[in-house]
């Protein structure tokens, strides 16, 4: 592992005290790395966060050449800082980039990395309720070339963000829109990477719903708009009958770490999570007949958020009295307890920084 280099910030900023928002401020610091075809990934730094110089022809500006990660630093009751999972998020990175032919990084490095810098900047992980540092790593394609083929230069960065809840609502009810005429992904496409473009291809979606006042569009499969996928920021789940069921992972949804947890949360209830095909067509009649319980989404943005109706082509199907559901609320209750240090993690998740 290449040592890191550190460049301390001459002009540290005032932190936010309050109303945070999501990933709208940013810290002293942010972690640099470089990639060349003859050095492979070197000088990995830390240096003050300041805009990056990029030549106006770098690929990433103009094919989307990119890929990143979200994942969380949490603030412990005795003031000390850790980490969710922080290996599954670099082990997807590299899935994301090998789909998007940008060269793989050693995860452990990484991991050192990131740690390196959060204890550079652990005065700004917030410990506000329902707070956190947002963590964003990506790698961008650097060459200054129009051709169409991957670069052969790229920059891995990370920056910090001290943030509240990623709905304004917090852990009230969200309502969201089933899209019916756009689609995010198909088998095969990117839908299972992180990058840039899948998010770009939801924005239309997003703001015509946004227009009717859903907070987020839930996608339907991209051939016959009929299975259902997840939701902009997160996966999903449905409580029908008792039993909790949410799509199987089939190469076009983001294999979500939260997902995975709370289907590993649910086994440790006794509760059985099975991952299958479920049609829109199913929810409706589950609606119709009282049988559809809960709904939540699951992402590290989101935590677990419960959604308080669905529209799919003008039908409002309310979902629990627009109230958080007893399942939703225990498995808040716990993802959120073991990710600040306030439940014992048997499972491991946890990664101490400091
Ligand atoms: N689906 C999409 C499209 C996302 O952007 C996210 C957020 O990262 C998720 C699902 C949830 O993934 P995770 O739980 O790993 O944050
Ligand atoms: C996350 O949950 O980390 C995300 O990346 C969601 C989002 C802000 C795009």
Redo the contacts with the bound molecule.
């Keep these: 592992m290449e040592p890191l280099k550190l460049i301390r910030s001459t002009q540290l900023k005032e932190k936010p005290a309050d109303n945070l928002g999501f990933g709208k401020y940013f810290t002293d610091h942010m972690f640099v790395m470089d990639y060349s075809t003859e050095k492979g990934w070197h000088s990995p730094r830390i240096e003050p966060f300041a805009p990056i110089e990029l030549s106006p022809a770098a690929m990433c500006l103009h094919y989307g050449q990119e890929v990143f990660e979200?994942l969380k630093a949490y603030r412990r009751d005795d003031g000390g800082v850790q980490l969710f999972r922080p290996l599954d998020n670099f082990k997807r990175m590299n899935i994301s980039c090998r789909r998007l032919v940008i060269p793989e990084f050693d995860t452990g490095s990484a991991l050192e990395y990131l740690l390196e810098l959060l204890r550079t900047e652990k005065d700004w992980v917030p410990s506000q309720p329902d707070s956190s540092l947002y963590i964003r790593p990506f790698i961008i394609s650097t060459d200054p070339y129009v051709g169409v083929r991957p670069s052969s230069s790229y920059k891995f960065m990370i920056i910090l963000s001290p943030s509240g809840p990623y709905y304004p609502s917090g852990l009230n009810p969200v309502d969201i829109y089933v899209e019916r005429q756009y689609v995010r992904s198909v088998r095969g496409g990117v839908g299972e990477a992180?990058t840039a473009g899948?998010y770009a291809a939801s924005l239309l979606a997003q703001s015509e719903a946004g227009k009717l006042n859903y907070s987020q569009v839930l996608w339907l499969d991209g051939i016959e708009r009929k299975y259902i996928e997840?939701v902009?920021?997160?996966?999903i789940f449905f409580v029908t009958d008792g039993k909790v069921i949410t799509p199987e992972l089939q190469g076009s949804?983001?294999p979500?770490?939260?997902?995975r947890s709370v289907i590993d949360i649910c086994k440790s209830f006794g509760i059985e999570v099975s991952e299958r095909r479920i049609s829109i067509d199913e929810v409706t009649a589950a609606h119709e007949e009282g049988r559809l319980e809960e709904v939540f989404g699951?992402?590290?943005?989101a935590v677990i958020s419960p959604v308080g109706s669905l529209n799919y082509g003008g039908k409002i199907m309310e979902i629990g009295g627009k109230h958080i559901g007893p399942l939703s609320q225990r498995l808040y209750d716990t993802l959120t307890g073991i990710q600040c240090g306030k439940i014992p993690d048997s499972f491991s998740w946890t990664v101490p920084v400091c």
């Design positions: 979200g992180k899948n997840e902009g920021a997160m996966n949804i983001l979500g770490i939260t997902r699951t992402g590290t943005a």
